[in-house]
């Protein structure tokens, strides 16, 4: 199924250098995981929230997408869910971004798609261990 927000992926992606959109309300979230997977080699595109992330995806074409749970307007899950309903990504790997590490937001993000859901704030080795075993299952 497709869904009407999102444009058509194209089918360059590559691992090295992979394109990475972060979406997150927090600026300081945000930076640090930019910061984090600039330094490792990946190109990184930076949203604010899920509809600015649905505006940019079809330019940025993500390998994979981190994204907040918590957000205003239009939530992590949702997010999340509109990506998946999208043939064009409905295979991205979504990580997902969560302050509490609890059972709920695990099952929940799965439930829209997720690939898995790691705790705030961002451990670099943890953020980075999830892209790469992520990644290396996309491809």
């Keep these: ?14 691992c090295a250098g992979a ?10 979230i945000r930076s640090a995981a930019a ?9 990184v595109v930076v949203a604010e929230n899920g509809f600015e992330a649905l505006a940019k995806i ?11 749970i918590v957000m205003p307007r239009l939530d ?7 990506i998946k309903a999208s043939a064009a990504f409905h295979a991205t790997p979504v990580l997902m971004l969560s302050s509490k590490e609890g059972l709920f ?3 929940r993000g799965a439930m829209a798609g997720a690939s898995a859901c790691l705790a705030k704030p961002l451990a670099p080795e943890a953020l980075l261990a999830a ?9």
């Design 19 to 28: 394109t990475i959109l972060v979406i997150d309300d927090s600026a300081t």
């Design 76 to 82: 992590g899950y949702r997010t999340c869910a509109l």
């Design 58 to 68: 079809g330019d940025c074409r993500p390998a994979l997408i981190v994204c907040d």
């Design 1 to 14: 199924m497709t869904s009407p927000l999102l444009p058509e992926a194209s089918s360059d992606s590559v």
């Design 131 to 139: 892209v790469r075993q992520h990644l290396a299952r996309h491809f």
């Design 105 to 107: 937001d695990r099952a």
């Design 35 to 43: 910061k984090i997977l600039g330094a490792a080699g990946y190109r």
